[in-house]
């Protein structure tokens, strides 16, 4: 009796962990079901990955001391993070390659979800598959620097503009995500930082949440031009879209361009990506 009753009680605490730590490889199966259930996520405060040090607060960035975050002035609440696996862990993306429609053919089920972006004489399509893998990947697009994003837990995928007031910037994972019950459904969202500020970006409520530029808005693209679709439209509408590479993999650098202190810059347009379907303006050509 008291065998049976450990072993059930081991199958019960090992079905309620997640692992911090997971292969980006594997996030791919996991789908957001309802609500949030929160208690379920590794909470950052837990687990050590929030800290004072010398009269600022830090969120753990990675091994490197260069690598904490900054949130001293955050406008997010400690108990909220989740996870905590550092900077860079999933490989965003700062030179993609992309492949031909009819190369990509066989990688992919009429069923599978694209981020479809037109913009002049280009068409880009990104697969969520493989968003799942960079969840950010920055791009150029007909001159325009532009962001290509995905939150599996959140269901957000969106296109933005990565040029703000003037300024082009680079999007990585902080490796945390953060929840709050009356944002998105109390579903938890990724949260990014830029390299030439470190400043925090929520995109659940499209700003930066930390550093320099906090209070500065996002820019969803305009959705004229983009629009959330499958490979079924992809395939039979746009034969000559270029189709973001599978199983790409990116060293990040080892430094980058750093901008000066510059407080909130402006931004037009749209700060919330819509809800996944909510999107689907373009039309076949």
């Given at each position: 009796?008291?065998?049976?009753?450990?072993?059930?009680?081991?199958?019960?605490?090992?079905?309620?962990?997640?692992?911090?730590?997971?292969?980006?490889?594997?996030?791919?199966?996991?789908?957001?079901?309802?609500?949030?259930?929160?208690?379920?996520?590794?909470?950052?405060?837990?687990?050590?990955?929030?800290?004072?040090?010398?009269?600022?607060?830090?969120?753990?960035?990675?091994?490197?001391?260069?690598?904490?975050?900054?949130?001293?002035?955050?406008?997010?609440?400690?108990?909220?993070?989740?996870?905590?696996?550092?900077?860079?862990?999933?490989?965003?993306?700062?030179?993609?390659?992309?492949?031909?429609?009819?190369?990509?053919?066989?990688?992919?089920?009429?069923?599978?979800?694209?981020?479809?972006?037109?913009?002049?004489?280009?068409?880009?399509?990104?697969?969520?598959?493989?968003?799942?893998?960079?969840?950010?990947?920055?791009?150029?697009?007909?001159?325009?620097?532009?962001?290509?994003?995905?939150?599996?837990?959140?269901?957000?995928?969106?296109?933005?503009?990565?040029?703000?007031?003037?300024?082009?910037?680079?999007?990585?994972?902080?490796?945390?995500?953060?929840?709050?019950?009356?944002?998105?459904?109390?579903?938890?969202?990724?949260?990014?930082?830029?390299?030439?500020?470190?400043?925090?970006?929520?995109?659940?409520?499209?700003?930066?949440?930390?550093?320099?530029?906090?209070?500065?808005?996002?820019?969803?693209?305009?959705?004229?031009?983009?629009?959330?679709?499958?490979?079924?439209?992809?395939?039979?509408?746009?034969?000559n879209a270029l189709i973001l590479k599978p199983g790409q993999d990116f060293n990040p650098p080892e430094s980058w361009e750093k901008y000066p202190n510059t407080g909130i810059l402006e931004a037009e347009g749209e700060q919330i990506a819509p809800r996944w379907g909510e999107n689907n303006s373009l039309g076949g050509s």
């Open positions: 009796m008291r065998i049976t009753l450990l072993v059930f009680l081991v199958y019960v605490f090992l079905g309620s962990c997640q692992p911090e730590n997971r292969n980006p490889e594997q996030v791919a199966d996991v789908k957001p079901v309802g609500k949030a259930v929160t208690k379920q996520r590794p909470l950052a405060i837990e687990n050590g990955k929030i800290f004072d040090k010398e009269g600022r607060k830090y969120l753990y960035g990675g091994e490197k001391p260069h690598e904490h975050f900054d949130i001293t002035n955050s406008s997010l609440k400690d108990e909220q993070f989740h996870y905590g696996i550092g900077r860079e862990k999933f490989p965003a993306l700062i030179e993609p390659q992309f492949i031909s429609v009819a190369q990509a053919d066989t990688s992919f089920e009429s069923e599978d979800r694209f981020l479809l972006l037109q913009k002049g004489s280009v068409t880009k399509a990104y697969s969520v598959r493989d968003l799942t893998r960079h969840e950010v990947v920055n791009d150029v697009v007909d001159g325009e620097p532009v962001m290509a994003v995905y939150c599996i837990l959140s269901d957000l995928g969106a296109i933005y503009n990565r040029k703000i007031d003037g300024e082009t910037f680079t999007f990585a994972l902080t490796g945390y995500t953060y929840f709050d019950k009356d944002v998105w459904d109390g579903l938890d969202g990724f949260v990014l930082w830029d390299r030439e500020t470190e400043s925090m970006w929520w995109p659940l409520t499209g700003e930066a949440v930390s550093g320099s530029l906090k209070g500065t808005p996002m820019q969803v693209m305009d959705q004229k031009n983009w629009s959330q679709t499958t490979w079924e439209d992809i395939s039979s509408n746009y034969k």
